[in-house]
């Protein structure tokens, strides 16, 4: 049986070879007067390009357009969402980046489409089937300062809605995948497991795209039975960071899709492809009625693009080792 390969997230925006041209360069020409919005926007679709070319050579199955018209995970969307607006630099989790808060100051609500031109031109570059990037709710809420005067259940549940219609204007634009980051389902506890299911569900329910719920860094083991039921089609579990997910595998529904988190977007260090196929096999003998994706831990940008490009050529020789071997 083959295994799909995908990454998961953004992906490095500096050029590798010369001639590429720099976004950053062009945003801080932007910056200085020197350059115009539409010299940015061009810059981006050139980005946007050159990674999905980077995928394609290497045979990915689900690229994505690696959202090099976004700062960072969370604010790109939140801009777009009423009820939100965006304050200062704020730590991202345990590591050594920043990223813009975004605050919540009225009801949350949908605008109009956010991303849908960006997969729009990502999927015209592409033969392949694009997969779309959203934040998931549960992780944009706890992302967020919520200075509105609501309560946590309602604005966690109004962010869901909120995002349910914008992967429908992805899935009415030609998505057939969607994938929700979710960093903070790892780090829920038990007694939060009710407000991840609220926020995820409205987004979950109905949705005619496939969708992949990605949890890295952590296990979302303390409320994975609240979410386990929702009508996902692929949990991602990064299980470099977090080898706890090993110990998901059992508790996953019959048919679902797990994508293996075994490319260390955190790390340079190459992986073995027969190392990596002996994994993947692992996971087929324990639960052979899955399916299963070969993935990134995250999001490769934090990496030098030289580096990311390496890792993405290993995680497709590592999953066509593994689909030769049949996964034994």
Same mark, same amino acid.
Request: proline letters at 6%; a neutral charge.
């Given at each position: 049986?083959?295994?799909?390969?995908?990454?998961?997230?953004?992906?490095?925006? !500096?050029?590798?070879?010369?001639?590429?041209?720099?976004?950053?360069?062009?945003?801080?020409?932007?910056?200085?007067?020197?350059?115009?919005?539409?010299?940015?926007?061009?810059?981006?679709?050139?980005?946007?390009?050159?990674?999905?070319?980077?995928?394609?050579?290497?045979?990915?199955?689900?690229?994505?357009?690696? %959202?090099?018209?976004?700062?960072?995970?969370?604010?790109?969307?939140?801009?777009?969402?009423?009820?939100?607006?965006?304050?200062?630099?704020?730590?991202?989790?345990?590591?050594?980046?920043?990223?813009?808060?975004?605050?919540?100051?009225?009801?949350?609500?949908?605008?109009?489409?956010?991303?849908?031109?960006?997969?729009?031109?990502?999927? %015209?570059?592409?033969?392949?089937?694009?997969?779309?990037?959203?934040?998931?709710?549960?992780?944009?809420?706890?992302?967020?300062?919520?200075?509105?005067?609501?309560?946590?259940?309602?604005?966690?549940?109004?962010?869901?809605?909120?995002?349910?219609?914008?992967?429908?204007?992805?899935?009415?634009?030609?998505?057939?995948?969607?994938?929700?980051?979710?960093?903070?389902?790892?780090?829920?506890?038990?007694?939060?497991?009710?407000?991840?299911?609220?926020?995820?569900?409205? !987004? !979950?329910?109905?949705?005619?795209?496939?969708?992949?719920?990605?949890?890295?860094?952590?296990?979302?083991? %303390?409320?994975?039975?609240?979410?386990?039921?929702?009508?996902?089609?692929?949990?991602? !579990?990064?299980?470099?960071?977090?080898?706890?997910?090993?110990?998901?595998?059992?508790?996953?529904?019959?048919?679902?899709?797990?994508?293996?988190?075994?490319?260390?977007?955190?790390?340079?260090?190459?992986?073995?492809?027969?190392?990596?196929?002996?994994?993947?096999?692992?996971?087929?003998?324990?639960?052979?009625?899955?399916?299963?994706?070969?993935?990134?831990?995250?999001?490769?940008?934090?990496?030098?693009?030289?580096?990311?490009?390496?890792?993405?050529?290993?995680?497709?020789?590592?999953?066509?080792?593994?689909?030769?071997?049949?996964?034994?």
């Amino acid at each position: 049986m083959k295994i799909e390969t995908t990454l998961a997230g953004s992906y490095p925006k !500096l050029p590798t070879s010369p001639g590429d041209i720099n976004l950053r360069v062009v945003k801080n020409r932007r910056d200085q007067g020197k350059a115009t919005e539409q010299d940015v926007q061009d810059a981006v679709r050139q980005t946007t390009r050159r990674i999905l070319e980077i995928q394609e050579r290497a045979g990915v199955d689900l690229p994505v357009d690696g %959202a090099a018209g976004w700062d960072d995970a969370q604010t790109y969307v939140a801009r777009g969402l009423g009820g939100f607006q965006i304050a200062g630099l704020i730590r991202y989790l345990d590591t050594n980046t920043y990223y813009r808060q975004p605050e919540i100051v009225g009801p949350v609500t949908w605008k109009g489409p956010i991303t849908v031109e960006d997969f729009r031109a990502a999927q %015209a570059m592409s033969e392949r089937p694009v997969k779309a990037f959203l934040p998931g709710p549960y992780s944009l809420y706890r992302f967020s300062k919520d200075r509105h005067e609501g309560n946590e259940g309602e604005a966690l549940a109004a962010i869901g809605a909120a995002l349910a219609k914008e992967a429908g204007a992805l899935e009415e634009a030609g998505a057939r995948w969607i994938h929700f980051e979710e960093p903070w389902l790892g780090r829920a506890h038990a007694e939060d497991a009710p407000k991840a299911r609220a926020a995820l569900a409205p !987004l !979950l329910e109905g949705r005619k795209a496939k969708t992949t719920v990605h949890v890295p860094f952590t296990a979302p083991t %303390a409320v994975f039975d609240a979410i386990r039921e929702l009508p996902w089609t692929a949990i991602g !579990l990064d299980l470099r960071e977090a080898p706890a997910g090993w110990d998901l595998l059992p508790r996953i529904p019959e048919g679902r899709t797990v994508a293996l988190g075994l490319i260390d977007a955190r790390n340079t260090k190459l992986e073995e492809a027969d190392e990596v196929a002996r994994e993947i096999a692992r996971a087929r003998a324990a639960r052979p009625d899955l399916a299963y994706q070969l993935s990134t831990t995250a999001s490769l940008e934090y990496l030098p693009a030289d580096k990311a490009e390496l890792k993405v050529t290993r995680l497709v020789e590592a999953a066509r080792t593994a689909s030769r071997n049949g996964g034994s």
